[in-house]
């Protein structure tokens, strides 16, 4: 089960880490990645990371967002700075050993239950 945490919110300009703890996996995911959902909208894909590193954004959040992960690779982090309004939703965490390492084999992985984000 993947847990988020760290939403919150955050005025415009400002910044936010959001938290996903994997440690109950018992073996690493090849592939992590986090979506967000805004009320009458399809979830979307965020940002994606791999287990060497590589990672992947959505155009609307490259530059202001960064995914990263613990040296244990069982904590995913999404740093969120100069927030919009339009990063408003509620964001979830996911997990799969899927190659590539992209938002589609991402969708049917493991999930968290989210954590709503609210930029003001």
């Not at 005025?11 to 967000?36: P, Q, V």
């Not at 979830?92 to 999930?111: I, Q, R």
Request: proline letters at 3%.
């Amino acid at each position: 089960q993947l847990v988020e945490s760290g939403g919150g919110s955050v005025k415009t300009g400002g910044s936010l880490r959001l938290s996903c703890d994997a440690s109950w996996f018992t073996y690493s995911s090849y592939c992590m990645g986090w979506f967000r959902q805004a009320p009458g909208w399809e979830r979307e894909g965020v940002a994606s990371i791999d287990i060497g590193g590589s990672t992947n954004y959505a155009d609307s959040v490259k530059g202001r967002f960064t995914i990263s992960q613990n040296n244990d690779k069982n904590i995913l982090y999404l740093q969120m700075n100069t927030p919009q309004p339009d990063d408003t939703a509620t964001y979830y965490c996911a997990a799969h050993n899927v190659y590539p390492c992209d938002f589609e084999g991402l969708k049917s992985g493991c999930w968290g239950r989210g954590t709503q984000v609210t930029v003001s």
